[in-house]
């Protein structure tokens, strides 16, 4: 028998295919409860090979006190069925949380568990599980939320200080194969993109001293290959340069990527990342038009945006241009002059997609008023009722941006 039982499912329609590290959310996790002196088994579902009724079959087994499992918006069809599979397999304490459950607080009785726990978890589902382990019930309130209270559409998203982030327990994640590890050297953003979830978030950097004795670690396992998973990793300068100083004096050597703004690097600080170990680097450019970019919330220039990649080239340093089509008031001409902009910028690699509607993101309340999408929207999605929501500008239709994505993948690298 195992205490905890925590789940990293699969995403609809990629099946294992995402598997490429550890997932940091359920891995920190993992460590919080063992710290409490817990038993903890973790399955990873993007990485296995393993189907949805084995997976319940082992879980059956082994009696876990709770299961805990982390949604993505993507992932919530599969979340949905594997809910309805453990429940019938006699599996009753389940509890569910990630970025979409944070979002949309509303899915929790959708899914048909009790207890939802918003925002970051790791202190918050650690007593959570103590509460359990001394047979109490816990209502709403501190990022937990029960269903069946009155004043659930009260509790608030939990933020944990520096001191409190856990340190990833990657042990738990032995059983699977990983192309490459990832970390983190803070959580929250301050900006306020209209499609990202993170938009206007609590912004924090880890104590320096364990994000130092976490890499340290990584290193000592062999692993040589690190990406930094934060939103904009260079939004503490003064931090950035230190941790590159001390893995320089440390003999710390990863080949390392990360993802940041262009307005929020330059020459200097590029240089010493990549003394460090920096490799590759990803920006968000989103349009090619300036006006569209402020409008979404991203106030960067053409002229930053082409001045960074130009250097990044260079310092010879990999990078990546992420790119969306589905903008409010954006045409096809728009679109097609963002994939022109992007090639111009001859980056190693760009990726573009039609942008996602993500839960309670300003996108999402356009889309909302615009009677693109209704509120049962990710209702109808879990049950597989209807498609992955996608942002559609008003005088464009899906069938016209699939086709010019379809034209500029046929034509990548040309």
């Known amino acids: 028998m195992v205490d905890v039982v925590l789940i990293n499912p699969p995403v609809e329609g990629f099946g294992n295919s995402l598997g490429g590290s550890i997932p940091l959310g359920i891995a920190c996790l993992g460590e919080s409860v063992l710290s409490s002196g817990f038993s903890v088994k973790c399955f990873d579902l993007c990485a296995s090979l393993m189907g949805l009724n084995e997976v319940v079959a082992e879980i059956s087994r082994e009696n876990p006190l709770i299961v805990g499992i982390s949604a993505l918006t993507a992932s919530l069809p599969k979340v949905y069925v594997l809910i309805k599979l453990l429940q019938q397999a006699g599996v009753n304490r389940i509890v569910v949380g990630g970025a979409h459950i944070t979002c949309d607080p509303d899915s929790v009785a959708h899914l048909g568990v009790d207890y939802g726990f918003l925002g970051e978890g790791d202190e918050t589902f650690k007593e959570f599980v103590c509460a359990l382990a001394e047979g109490k019930e816990l209502g709403s309130g501190n990022g937990i939320l029960s269903i069946g209270d009155k004043t659930r559409k009260q509790v608030e998203r939990q933020f944990v200080p520096p001191e409190k982030i856990p340190t990833p327990a990657r042990h738990l994640f032995n059983q699977y194969k990983y192309e490459f590890t990832t970390t983190n050297i803070s959580r929250g953003c301050p900006f306020s993109c209209i499609y990202c979830s993170m938009s206007c978030t609590n912004f924090r950097v880890r104590l320096l001293e364990d994000v130092i004795s976490e890499l340290k670690e990584i290193h000592s396992s062999k692993i040589r290959i690190l990406d930094f998973i934060d939103d904009v990793f260079t939004q503490n300068r003064d931090y950035v340069e230190t941790l590159c100083h001390q893995l320089k004096r440390e003999k710390i050597e990863f080949k390392w990527a990360c993802t940041t703004r262009v307005d929020l690097?330059?020459?200097?600080?590029?240089?010493?990342?990549?003394?460090?170990?920096?490799?590759?680097?990803?920006?968000?450019?989103?349009?090619?038009?300036?006006?569209?970019?402020?409008?979404?919330?991203?106030?960067?220039?053409?002229?930053?945006?082409e001045r960074t990649f130009k250097l990044c080239r260079e310092l010879n340093i990999?990078?990546?241009?992420?790119?969306?089509?589905?903008?409010?008031?954006?045409t096809i001409k728009d679109m097609e002059e963002t994939i022109r902009f992007l090639k111009s910028l001859k980056a190693d690699d760009f990726v573009v997609r039609i942008t996602d509607i993500v839960p309670e993101t300003k996108i999402y309340k356009i889309a909302l008023k615009e009677g693109l999408i209704t509120e049962e929207v990710w209702v109808d999605y879990m049950k597989g009722k209807s498609p992955y929501p996608t942002y559609i500008p008003q005088g464009v239709n899906l069938k016209e941006m699939v086709k010019l994505l379809n034209k500029m993948n046929n034509n990548k690298g040309k």
């Open 265 to 305: 690097i330059d020459e200097k600080l590029l240089r010493l990342m990549k003394s460090a170990g920096l490799r590759h680097i990803s920006f968000g450019v989103e349009t090619g038009s300036e006006e569209l970019r402020v409008n979404v919330g991203k106030n960067i220039s053409n002229d930053q945006i």
């Open 318 to 330: 990999s990078c990546r241009a992420y790119g969306m089509l589905g903008h409010p008031g954006e």
